[in-house]
Structures are given as C-alpha cells and as structure tokens.
C-alpha cells in the first residue's frame, strides 16, 4: 500500500535492503560490488525528497498527520510539564 509519506521508488529501495543487492537490485542502482554502497546513497536521496515537502516546526508522523505544528522538540527549562 502506497501512502502519502511513503513512493513507489521508497518501496523499491526498502525491498531491496531486506532482500539483498544481490537477490533484488533496484532501478538505477549499478550491480555488483558498488550495489550496497549505491542503494544507501539513493536511499540518502529519496530521504532528502521526502522530507523536503513537510513544514518546518511540524511534530509527529508524517505518514498519520498526528502532532502539533509549531512543536519542534521538548520543552525547555522553566515550562511547566
């Protein structure tokens, strides 16, 4: 199942980390002894285009939509918990 946070192209990548370059090497990625290297960096890659679409101080999933924008991380010293 394809969800908003998640591509066809991250499914691919994903697949072939659990199975193995040498079982399942995805598009674009050169096979043989350069295979593992390269998939991390297209896995870099896709990383970087996913996260480029979410908004700055949003908290939470990004695959549910849960959190509160404008939370970054915890509270500092003095807030009340």
Known sequence: MTTPATSP???EL???ALLGTD???PEGVPRG???PGALLDAAA???VRRRAG???GWSGSPRTG???PGT???PGPGSDP
């Open 14 to 16: 994903l697949t072939a």
């Open 45 to 47: 890659a896709e990383t």
């Open 66 to 68: 849960t959190g509160r």
């Open 9 to 11: 192209a991250w499914e």
């Open 23 to 25: 079982r399942r090497t």
């Open 54 to 56: 979410l908004r700055p």
């Open 33 to 35: 002894r350069a295979a």
């Open 72 to 74: 970054i991380c915890a």
